[in-house]
C-alpha cells in the first residue's frame, strides 16, 4: 500500500518533534547533572581517588586564672602506611622494623594488609620527633608521617584528678578533659594526595591541605599558687602520717570560685597506663561520700542562730559527759563532760551534748530544711563527672535519736565538696554559690575571651547578722576551743574539726577515723575557706585537730599571703594550753648595728648574712610572732642600704 506524502511528512514531523524533546530533556539532564550535581559528583570521584593524611588538632590549653599553663600540646607524629604504593615489601618491613623496634614479621604484616591506609598502632603513633625524622630519612615509597601531637602536663601530678587526662586520640577520658571535650578537642585537618585504582599516585593533580583548627584554651578558677601550696601540705602529710588517703579544697566564699582542690593519692596524667583505675578514678574532694563528723555542727549551730534558739554569749549549758536520747547515751569526746559552759563554749568544746540541744529546740523539719537549704542530699552541680549527693535520713524515718545524731554530724553521709560550699554560704553573709571550675573560654589565636561564666548564687540561705555570729563562734574555736592547731597569728582564722569514726558494712571501724578540718579567714571578711580530710592516719592520735587543723592553718596562713591580703590587727588573743608556748612580737631591728642587736639581748636566736656591721633586713619582718628561743635571721650590709 502506498503511503500518501502527507502522511510521511506528518510522521517525519512527530520524529523530528520526538528527537527535539529528547535532546532537549538530555540537554536539561546534563545541566543539572553539571551545575547541580556537579560539585557532588566530583566530590565522589575525588572521595574514591583522594587519601587523606590526618593532622590531628591541637587541644586548647587549660590554665589556672592567672593564665599559668597546666595542660598543653606537644608534637607527637605518627606513621601511616599506603600499602598499595609499596612496591618491595620485604625491604620497606626489614628498615621499618630495624628503626621502630619491632619484628620483620610484624612490619611486613603492615605494609601488605589490603587496606587503602594503616595506622601502626602502637609503635608507629605519637613517636618522638627523632624517631620520626628516622623514618622520614629511608625515603621509603608508601611510608608517611602525619603531624600529630599528645597532651602535656607541664606540672607533673599538680591537679591530676580535677586536670584528668587525653587519650591516644586526643580525646577527654576524666576530669576537666572530658568534661569540656568538645570545646577543647578542635577540628581535624589533612593533606590529601590522589591515586588510580590501584593506589598509585596519579601525577599532575596537587595535594590538597585542610588546616587544623585548634580547641579552645580554658581559663579555670584554680590560683596556681593556691594549688602549690595545697600540693605541699598534702605531700607532707602522706610522709608523716602514711593516711589511706587525703584531700583538700579551697574556694573563694564570694564567688563559689574553686581556688585549689587535690587528692591522695595521686598520678601523673600522662602516665595513667601505669595506674590502675581505683587511683585516677577517685577524685576524692567531689566523689567521697562519709560522716562529716563535728564539721556539720557548723549548719546547726547557723540554723539555731537563724532561728533565734541560742544566746552564745549569756546561756549556759551543763555537759555531764553525755545526754540521754530515746534510751540511748550520746556521749561527749570528753570523758566527764565539760560541766558549765556557755554555748558559746559549747562551740569551741565541739561539745556533742550541747549539739544535740540545740538540734531538739530546731526540732526535725526545721533542722532538715536548713539541711537541705545549704545543699546537703543533692550534687552542688560543679563541672566534673562523678559527683556524688551524699545520704539524709528520709524525714518519715527520723526519731529522736536520728535527730540527735544528725545534729553534730553522724548517721548522716556527706561530701566535702558540699561541706565547703555550704560552709561558704554561712560565712559570706548566707549566699550559697554553685561551686566552678571553668572561668572563661579563651581564643587561642587573639586572646580575646568568647564566654565567661559569673558566679550562680542559688539562693540566700541565712541573714548576715547570722553569718556574723557564726564567723566570730568559729573564730573563737581556732583561738580558744579544738581548732588551735589552726591558729596562725594576724590572718583571724575562723573553723571547726571535725573526727569520724569510718563504717564497714553498717559497722563502726576501730581505731580508724577520718579526721577533718575546715577553716576561713579573715574572719571579718572572709576570702579563702580550706577543708581538709586525712583518712585513717598513723602514728599519731586520730583528731581533726592535732593532724587537720594544722594543715589548714598552713594553706591559709601562705595562701593568703600569696593573694596579697594584708594581717588585721583585731585578732582574738590564742588561749596557750600548759605545753604550748607563748609568742612574743619580733622588734624592729633594721637599721641597728650588729654591737647594740648584741647587747639587746633578745630572746631569739640569731643567725647573720653577708657582710657589714648593719642591719638592712630581717626575716621575720617587726611585728610578727614566734615563739620564745625561735630564730631571726638578719641580713648584714653598709648603713647606706637601709631603707626607710
Not at 530515746?326 to 561527749?332: A, E, I, K
Request: hydrophobic share 35%; proline share 5%; aromatic share 8%.
Amino acid at each position: 500500500m502506498r503511503i500518501s506524502t502527507v502522511t510521511v511528512r506528518k510522521r517525519l514531523f512527530f520524529v523530528l518533534i520526538a528527537g527535539a524533546l529528547a535532546i532537549f530533556i538530555l540537554l536539561v539532564r546534563l545541566g543539572y547533572v553539571q551545575f547541580t550535581m556537579g560539585n557532588w559528583l566530583s566530590g565522589l570521584a575525588e572521595d574514591s581517588w583522594s587519601r587523606d593524611v590526618p593532622f590531628e588538632a591541637e587541644r586548647g590549653e587549660i590554665l589556672d586564672r592567672g593564665g599559668e599553663v597546666l595542660a598543653t600540646n606537644i608534637s607527637a607524629p605518627s606513621i601511616l602506611v599506603v600499602p598499595r604504593q609499596i612496591k618491595e615489601p620485604e625491604n620497606t618491613a626489614e628498615q621499618l622494623a630495624a628503626v621502630l623496634g619491632v619484628s620483620e614479621d610484624k612490619a611486613y604484616e603492615w605494609v601488605t594488609k589490603k587496606e587503602s591506609m594503616v595506622r601502626l598502632n602502637p609503635e608507629g603513633r605519637k613517636i618522638s620527633k627523632e624517631k620520626a625524622k628516622e623514618v622520614r630519612d629511608l625515603d621509603l615509597e608508601g611510608i608517611y608521617i602525619a603531624e600529630d601531637n599528645k597532651r602535656h602536663y607541664p606540672k607533673g601530678t599538680f591537679l591530676s584528678h580535677v586536670l584528668g587526662f587525653a587519650g591516644i586520640d586526643n580525646q577527654g577520658l576524666t576530669g576537666i578533659e572530658k568534661y569540656y571535650d568538645e570545646h577543647l578537642r578542635g577540628e581535624k585537618g589533612y593533606v590529601s594526595f590522589f591515586s588510580d585504582a590501584k593506589g598509585q599516585r596519579m601525577p599532575g593533580i596537587a595535594d590538597r591541605y585542610k588546616r587544623p583548627e585548634q580547641g579552645d584554651n580554658l581559663r579555670l578558677t584554680i590560683d596556681a599558687k593556691v594549688q602549690t601550696i595545697i600540693e605541699r601540705e598534702l605531700d607532707i602529710a602522706e610522709a608523716t602520717y602514711k593516711p589511706d588517703g587525703a584531700l583538700a579544697i579551697a574556694m573563694d566564699p564570694d564567688t563559689g570560685e574553686i581556688l585549689g582542690m587535690s587528692s591522695r593519692p595521686d598520678f601523673h596524667p600522662e602516665n595513667y597506663r601505669e595506674l590502675p583505675p581505683e587511683v585516677y578514678n577517685q577524685n576524692k574532694p567531689v566523689w567521697s561520700q562519709y560522716e562529716p563528723g563535728s564539721t556539720f555542727k557548723i549548719i546547726t549551730l547557723a540554723a539555731a542562730l537563724e532561728e533565734d534558739k541560742v544566746d552564745l554569749e549569756d546561756e549556759h549549758f551543763h555537759d555531764k559527759g553525755y545526754i540521754e536520747v530515746s534510751g540511748s547515751r550520746l556521749r561527749c569526746w570528753k570523758k566527764g563532760g565539760h560541766g558549765d559552759q556557755t554555748f558559746l563554749e559549747v562551740v569551741e568544746n565541739s561539745c556533742n551534748p550541747g549539739f544535740v540541744t540545740l538540734g531538739e529546740r530546731l526540732g526535725k523539719d526545721t533542722l532538715f530544711d536548713y539541711i537541705e537549704s545549704f545543699g546537703f542530699g543533692k550534687k552542688t552541680g560543679i563541672d566534673l563527672q562523678g559527683e556524688g549527693k551524699g545520704i539524709l535520713f528520709n524525714r518519715e524515718n527520723v526519731g529522736p535519736l536520728e535527730l540527735a545524731t544528725t545534729s553534730f554530724g553522724q548517721g548522716v553521709s556527706v561530701t566535702p565538696l558540699q561541706q565547703v560550699t555550704a560552709v561558704a554560704a554561712t560565712v559570706n553573709g548566707g549566699y550559697l554559690y554553685q561551686p566552678r571550675l571553668a572561668k572563661e573560654w579563651v581564643d587561642p589565636e587573639t586572646g580575646r575571651i568568647i564566654e565567661s561564666y559569673p558566679p550562680d548564687m542559688k539562693r540566700r540561705v541565712i541573714s548576715s547578722e547570722t553569718s556574723a555570729k557564726v564567723r566570730d563562734a568559729l573564730e573563737h574555736v581556732v583561738a580558744k576551743g579544738t581548732g588551735r592547731g589552726a591558729f596562725r597569728d594576724g590572718y583571724r582564722i575562723g573553723g571547726k574539726t571535725g573526727t569520724a569514726q569510718k563504717a564497714v558494712g553498717g559497722r563502726y571501724l576501730q581505731n580508724n577515723h577520718i579526721v577533718s578540718f575546715i577553716g576561713f579567714a579573715p574572719a571579718d571578711d572572709p576570702e579563702i575557706v580550706v577543708y581538709t580530710a586525712i583518712d585513717n592516719p598513723q602514728d599519731t592520735l586520730q583528731f581533726g585537730g592535732i593532724v587537720a587543723a594544722p594543715i589548714v592553718g598552713n594553706i591559709i596562713h601562705d595562701s593568703l599571703s600569696a593573694m596579697g591580703v594584708e594581717k588585721r590587727s583585731d585578732q582574738i588573743e590564742k588561749e596557750l594550753k600548759w605545753n604550748e608556748e607563748a609568742l612574743i612580737e619580733v622588734p624592729d631591728i633594721v637599721g641597728r648595728t650588729l654591737k647594740e642587736v648584741h647587747q639587746a639581748y633578745y630572746p631569739f636566736n640569731i643567725e647573720t648574712r653577708g657582710k657589714g656591721k648593719v642591719v638592712i633586713a630581717q626575716s621575720p619582718e617587726a611585728g610578727e610572732k614566734i615563739t620564745e628561743g625561735g630564730t631571726i635571721r638578719l641580713y648584714l650590709g653598709d648603713k647606706s642600704l637601709v631603707t626607710d
